[in-house]
């Protein structure tokens, strides 16, 4: 397998992030069904645009020549763990504060993951790179920011001295 550079491992881990945030976009609107159909609506846009983000980080990583397969292949290795950290986070007890809480987690990783891309990509120079990043730093911002404040809407409802 071909070695990675620190910008192509970059990219590899918000591929394989991406990859990851379509299931769990999945697996949090399957627990937030019956509690609030807006943020089960904010759930699904979200999936789509991490299937967005999925396919233009591929095709930049086709830009690299001889890379591809080994970006793709680190990038599948980051989503199997992120699959593993949110199996543990959200087992069969979970509700969907639980996956709130989780994504918010995840969001603001995949934030610091995309600000580390865009720092990497102003000292390389590379176009295809740096567009991407232009494109999907806000949408990934605008994620955390959602659900934060899903992770609030869904808290203000529970009862604070009520069981757990």
Not at 54 to 65: I, L, P
Not at 75 to 86: I, S, T
Not at 113 to 133: D, I, K, M, P
């Amino acid at each position: 397998m071909a070695e990675l550079t620190n910008l192509e491992e970059k990219l590899a881990e918000v591929t394989g992030l991406a990859m990851a945030a379509e299931a769990a976009g999945g697996k949090v609107s399957k627990l937030t069904e019956r509690e609030d159909e807006d943020l089960v609506s904010t759930l699904q846009r979200m999936a789509e645009e991490a299937s967005e983000t999925a396919q233009r980080c591929e095709q930049v990583a086709g830009s690299f020549e001889g890379k591809k397969t080994a970006i793709l292949e680190e990038a599948r290795e980051v989503k199997k763990k992120a699959a593993d950290m949110m199996s543990t986070y959200l087992d069969k007890d979970a509700d969907a504060l639980d996956g709130f809480e989780f994504l918010t987690m995840a969001e603001a990783g995949e934030v610091g993951h995309w600000s580390v891309l865009q720092t990497l990509t102003q000292s390389a120079g590379n176009a295809e790179v740096r567009e991407l990043v232009e494109w999907a730093l806000p949408i990934q911002e605008r994620h955390f920011k959602d659900v934060l404040e899903g992770s609030r809407k869904l808290a203000a409802e529970e009862d604070p001295n009520g069981k757990a």
